[in-house]
């Protein structure tokens, strides 16, 4: 077997289990904060409000600090930093004694994360530009089905063993995933000698000085904060279209709807972007993404809103891999890290500000609004794909195609 697709599976393998392992926590915050002695449902809200950003706020931070060093050091040490790391720090968590302990921790947390990107950084560069919207498609799918399988296993998890417990089997998981990626992966890595010692800011302006990479930040935020700021309140939706008539399950099979759509479509997309453009998938897949927003803010029946978040899971499946891919085709020779781990900060920063923006519009319109007010925000997102990225990833992949042509013969 070739050595990028060797990475490639054991990378999906270890992507659904570090993936699946964190989504065991994220739903049960609020009845941990409960067990450690926070009664007031307002405190809750508010304090599983804090404790869920301020992973996304340290990790938004300090991306680009790991990303450099894994353009000098490699991607694997950067995923075996974050993976050990966290293992340790989630481990920890299960011991947390109050809610500000909780809120270190994953303040903590936050700050040595980066298995996802490492490992999206490394399959980019390690697998030829040909096959890079196959692989990180591939990849997408081995984390969305490991957000599927998560809360399911955790639910079991919590019920037979209490909440403490998901935090060590968690941390067990992520150094299980570690483990496996320090015996079987390897990376072909030669760091750059006369690379330029440059601050963050010189990096970062060096590095978006390349068309169209800033509008491909600018994307990647866009993207995550209108569907993050409407995935987390898909319950309030769903409690309202059922009357309170078995809510949790209802909303599980809506979310997970959404979850195993973006599966299936993934790695199909992946492979048309290698053939047709990374860039025109992006185009097709947010106008898509659009279509089927819009009319959820109308529905009536609980099935209409599952088919639309079926069919909205299906053109999520191409936006990341192909932004991924896109912004692997830009990158500067030598600093392939930087350029994703900036790319990393605004998903982490759409992640952070999404949920938040979103409540806000929900206490304001309505959750019916906030359907109308994220479909707006990608409609936006596909006049900057339009005018910004596609005329230069065009000349690009053209370029690309040309010069495998001439290898080849």
Known sequence: MKGWKRNLYILVVCQFLVVSAMTMIIPFLPLYLQELGVTDPSEVSLWAGIIFAANFLTAFLFSPLWSRLADRYGRKMMILRSGFGMALIIGLTGFAQGPLSLLCLRLLNGVISGFIPASIGLVATNTPKEKAGYALGFLQAGAVSGGICGPLIGGIMAQAFGYRMI??????????????????????????????????????????????????????????????GVNPLISLFVEELVSGVNVALFAGLAISATGFANMLSSMQLGKLSDKAGAHHVLFFCLLGTVIFMIPQAFVQQLWQLIVLRFFVGLSLGGLLPAANALVRMHAPKGMESRTYGFSTSALYLGNMVGPTVGGAVVATVGIRGLFLISAFTLLLTVWIVKGKVMPASDKQFRYEQNERKIASS
């Open 167 to 228: 935090f060590f089997l968690t941390g067990l998981c992520i150094f299980i995933a570690a483990l496996v990626v320090l015996l079987f992966v390897n990376e072909q890595f030669t760091p750059n000698p006369k690379e330029e010692k440059t601050n963050t800011w010189g990096e970062f302006k060096k590095i978006t000085a390349i068309r169209p990479i800033f509008s491909l930040y600018v994307v990647v935020f866009l993207i995550q904060f209108a569907v993050m």
